[in-house]
């Protein structure tokens, strides 16, 4: 088979990034569209085809590509070589499908949302960049080329937060993005030379067979902290505690940049990134440990502040968070299947979450704050249905993907050697719990209730929402006309290109958890099955069948679905039945209402006491003493020096021949002096 | 016999009085006939070493540079007649347009 086509998958949108990146400004919008389309759906049929293939029976579990051009290695330095390689395993071919499928639905949205925008060929572009990246960074076979495309990412997802560049806090944004992912991909950086000097080697397949030759390297010191500087990276890229605070801003993207980079795809990268070392975690249990741990604090963590929050954006943001929380439990336990799963059903249902919110503000002019929104579900069905959809899974209602995968997850820690399993099963319940209590908020308050949205003159008296409304769909209303009629703010259903993908994701929100029904519930978790050459757990799936079993998996299922239906009960009262009470009780409770309100003040303490004194060093020190001292005061007394000498030298030229004739004399002189008398005195010397 | 030394000393006094009328003098005619002087001191150079040597090499020379000193006649006049022409003076001194 030709596995040439690999190459493919990432360079044909590259090739769309380059269409449009340089032709775009003059091509029509249509032909940016269809190029960008094209140059995604190609990929996601190479992946299909990919898919059959190794399906098939006698297929190998891993398909190589090493490029070589000329006979050259990528990088070849004595005693260390790195191969521009790609490989293909079933964790590859699982992320492979949720990168190109979902981002080819994302695309098909986009053609849609972004159609009245402007920057519409820059949009694609970037959107394009960013899935050339995101196809290396999973096909990579080394930890530089992962690098490659984990800062690729990182720049295009810089690139789309700050796409309306005009508006400040879009472009503060993508800087804390970038700044804060800078944190992380330096603890990838040194982890690397920490491989490098320990094995020589940067490549998966190389590094991974030295740790299994050497079973007395279990618990190493090395190995431990290769693997929690890798932690570090991660928690960067999947914003985990304590570099998670880039999401939320994040959201000043356009929203089908949201529902794909932060969302379904680039914030996986990190759980990606454990899965795949996972050869090296597992021999590093204190790191595994912590990565349990950061991922369970993260998960309540940003569940409790999103159940407060008032932007239905930052509320799905939240859940981001602590949704990837959950994969990281996952795989601090041990259970990496069960957090690709999760990883598998989240960028489904996160992805249609994201773009129905999109569909929801879209239809709404641009509202982004849920205390304007209510009574949606007739005016606009389709984004209520497929939405619905969404909230169910992500809330872990059966039969819905979500809920089988969070139940993994929490079974698997149940079942754990880990000595705190139990505080951390409990700390994944009580978030599935609040998981469900704020989607259902979010589902209650946007479309059920009141219509707030018509109320005369509610959109201003309201005041400045959390969010300036994205100039963008403004433009869209004045181009439509709509701007001066009596529906001022009609709300609108959106136009089909939108609502397909919708419909599409919610099928596989729906059905996406199918393929991991646990034997409980009489499946064969076929997902599970499906990782197994690339996991190998067997000694760890041996532990949990020992410690479990399917009336405990069972049980385990009946109180986490109780315990989301708790969270909807609490979130129909609080939002439907008596919609005062929230706000009662947010009174009752001040202190603690403002703490979660005000996201428990984490931005503003790492303002106080990172980049407060990060500034003052800079500009006290920094700026007076090296730039004005030493870098100024250089460069000006070299341009003094430069200044004195040319006066001379133009005092010397000054139109006189005689003086000239002076000069030539000297010099004959001297050049005269030297022949005679300057050998002698060479000698001398 | 003239001493060759007799020669060598008369040329550098030539010579001399060639470099401090060309440095001293302020008009052009004066330094164009310093340098006339200075060349001929050299000249006088080489055909007393042509002579205290029995080599012909060094008349050849003075041939040489007699044709060029002609030439640079030639030239140098011309110009100072046209400096002259333009501005009615030979001071060089006044003459200090190539300044920077």
């Known amino acids: 088979m030709p596995s040439s086509l690999l190459w493919f998958i990432p360079l044909l ?31 996601a049929g190479i992946v299909a085809w990919l898919w059959m ?15 070589r051009p000329f006979g050259y290695e990528w990088i070849a330095i004595t005693g260390f070589h790195v191969d521009f390689a790609f490989t293909v395993d079933h964790l590859t071919l699982i992320m492979l499908g949720v990168v190109t499928g979902v981002g080819f639905l994302i695309h098909l949205y986009s053609v849609g949302y972004m159609a009245h925008e402007e920057g519409y060929w820059r949009f694609f572009a970037y959107l394009n960049l960013f899935m050339f990246f995101m196809s290396v960074l999973v096909l990579a076979e080394s930890f530089l080329l992962l690098f490659v495309g984990w800062e690729g990412v990182g720049l295009a997802s810089y690139l789309l937060i700050g796409f309306y560049f005009k508006k400040s806090s879009a472009v503060n944004a993508g800087k804390k993005a970038f700044i804060v992912n800078r944190i992380g991909d330096f603890g990838f950086l040194l982890a690397m030379f920490l491989l490098v000097a320990h094995f020589g080697s940067l490549s998966f397949t190389q590094v991974f067979a030295a740790i299994a030759q050497h079973p007395e390297w279990q618990g190493a010191r090395f190995l431990t902290a290769i693997a929690l500087l890798l932690v570090l990276g991660a928690a960067g890229k999947s914003a985990q505690i304590p570099l998670y605070v880039w999401l939320p801003d ?30 090296l975690f597992d021999r590093a249990p204190a790191a595994l440990a912590v990565v349990a741990i950061i991922g369970a604090a993260t998960a309540i963590f940003a569940a409790s502040i999103g159940m407060v929050q008032h932007d239905i954006k930052r509320v799905l943001a939240y859940s981001t968070i602590s949704q990837l929380g959950y994969m990281f439990l996952a795989c601090g336990v041990g259970a990496y299947a069960a957090g690709i799963f999760h990883l598998l059903t989240h960028a489904f249902f996160k992805a249609l979450l994201f773009l129905a ?103 201003d008296h ?15 209303e004045a181009e439509r006309g709509e701007g001066q009629a009596a529906s001022s703010h009609g709300v609108h259903e959106s136009p089909w290109i939108m609502l397909f993908p919708l419909v599409i994701l919610a099928i596989l929100s729906t059905i996406g958890g199918w393929v991991g029904i646990p034997a409980a519930l009489g499946g064969h978790n076929e997902i599970e099955h499906f990782l197994d050459p690339v996991f190998q757990n067997r000694a760890a799936a041996e532990a949990v069948a020992a410690a479990g079993s399917n009336s405990l998996e069972l049980t385990l299922a009946i109180v986490s679905l109780l315990t989301a239906a708790v969270g909807f009960y609490f979130a129909y009262l609080f939002y439907y039945r008596k919609p005062g009470t929230a706000a009662e009780f947010a009174s009752r409770f001040k202190s603690a209402y403002g703490l979660l309100e005000n996201k428990y003040w984490v931005d503003e303490i790492y303002h106080s006491f990172l980049v407060t004194p990060l500034l003052m060093f800079t500009r006290g020190i920094l ?18 020096a430069t200044r004195g000498l040319s006066w001379f030298a133009r005092k010397q030229i000054s139109g006189n021949i005689r003086s000239y004739a002076g000069w030539l004399a000297i010099g004959a002189a001297i050049v005269l002096a030297a022949m005679i008398f300057g050998r002698s005195l060479w000698v001398y010397l | 016999m003239v001493p060759t030394a007799y020669y060598l000393v008369l040329a550098a006094m ?39 040597w029995h080599q012909v090499s060094g008349q050849i020379f003075v041939f040489f540079v007699m044709v060029v000193a002609a030439a640079e006649a030639a030239v140098g006049l011309a110009i100072i007649i046209a400096i002259f022409r333009t501005r009615q003076t030979l001071n060089v001194d006044e003459i200090d347009l190539m300044k920077s």
Do not use: C
């Open chain 1, 13 to 43: 949108p590259f090739a769309g990034f380059l269409i449009n990146g340089t032709l775009g400004r003059r091509l029509p919008r249509a032909v940016v569209g269809a190029v960008a389309l094209l140059f995604t759906a190609l990929p």
């Open chain 1, 623 to 640: 700026e007076l003493v090296f730039e004005r001292g030493v870098v100024n005061g250089s460069s000006r007394a070299s341009g003094l």
């Open chain 1, 250 to 279: 994040a959201m000043e993207g356009p929203t089908p940049v949201s529902a794909l980079i932060h969302a379904a795809t680039m914030v996986t990268a990190g759980i990606y990134m454990v899965a795949r070392a996972h050869v």
């Open chain 1, 462 to 476: 309201l005041g400045a929402a959390v969010h300036a409304r994205s100039t963008s769909t403004l433009t869209l």
């Open chain 1, 357 to 459: 919110a999109g569909s929801v503000i879209h239809a709404l002019s641009g509202e982004q704050d849920m205390r304007r929104m209510g009574g949606l579900r007739t005016r606009i069905p389709i984004t209520f249905w497929t939405m619905s959809a969404g909230v169910l899974a992500i809330a872990g209602i059966w039969p819905f993907a979500g809920f089988f995968s969070k139940d993994e997850i929490l079974y698997r820690t149940f079942t754990s050697p880990n000595p705190l399993h139990l505080i951390l099963w409990l700390v994944g319940l009580l978030t599935a719990g609040m998981t469900s209590f704020y989607m259902f908020r979010l589902w209650f308050k946007t479309f059920f209730g009141e219509p707030h949205s018509e109320e005369d003159g509610s959109l």
């Open chain 1, 53 to 67: 293939t190794m399906r098939a029976g006698g297929a190998p579990d891993v398909i190589q590509v090493v490029s």
């Open chain 2, 14 to 52: 030539l010579f001399s009085i060639g470099i401090a009328a060309f440095l001293i003098k302020r008009n052009v005619i004066t330094i164009f006939i310093s340098i006339e002087l200075m060349l001929n001191a050299v000249n006088l150079t080489f055909v007393a070493f042509a002579h205290m």
